[in-house]
């Protein structure tokens, strides 16, 4: 088999396609997500916490000199990433919960009895058969 082949089979098999498409799902998920806190968390924490713009939270380990830039520690942009990780966490989160709670309501729907095999049919016969001799 040559390796084109191989390849083939491969990327065409359900669980990669559908990692594919849950991965570019996922990116843009991620891109809405940060904007929500960007946009639209961060701004009020930031008036609760006296009015600080926390992307603009750095420590300058080095003055800038001539043409050289300055060396900072950007500690807000980490602050900003770990609450764009937490949202987006949380809001998966939620999002597996309300698919296993769909999912457990349609196994919970009662199934029709399933018919006994035929070995068990025929003893029951042979019992019934006994019980009048």
């Keep these: 088999m040559s390796m084109l082949t191989e390849f083939k089979k491969f990327a065409m098999r359900g669980n990669v396609v559908d990692m594919a498409v ?3 799902i996922g990116g843009a998920f991620g891109k809405i997500v940060s904007s929500l806190v960007a ?16 992307s603009n939270l750095v420590i300058t380990l080095k003055d800038a000199s ?9 500690y807000g942009k ?15 989160f939620l999002l597996i ?8 309501k349609k196994e919970e729907e009662p199934a029709a009895p399933e018919p006994p095999p035929k070995q068990e049919i025929l003893l029951e016969e042979i019992r019934d058969i006994l019980r009048e001799k």
């Design 22 to 24: 849950g991965i570019i």
């Design 39 to 54: 946009d639209v968390i961060m701004p009020p924490i930031g008036v609760l916490v006296g009015g600080v713009n926390f």
């Design 66 to 74: 001539g043409k050289v830039p300055a060396v900072t520690l950007n």
């Design 78 to 92: 980490f602050i900003q990433s770990v609450f764009d990780f937490v949202i987006v966490a949380f809001s998966i």
């Design 97 to 104: 919960k309300v698919m296993n709670s769909l999912q457990t």
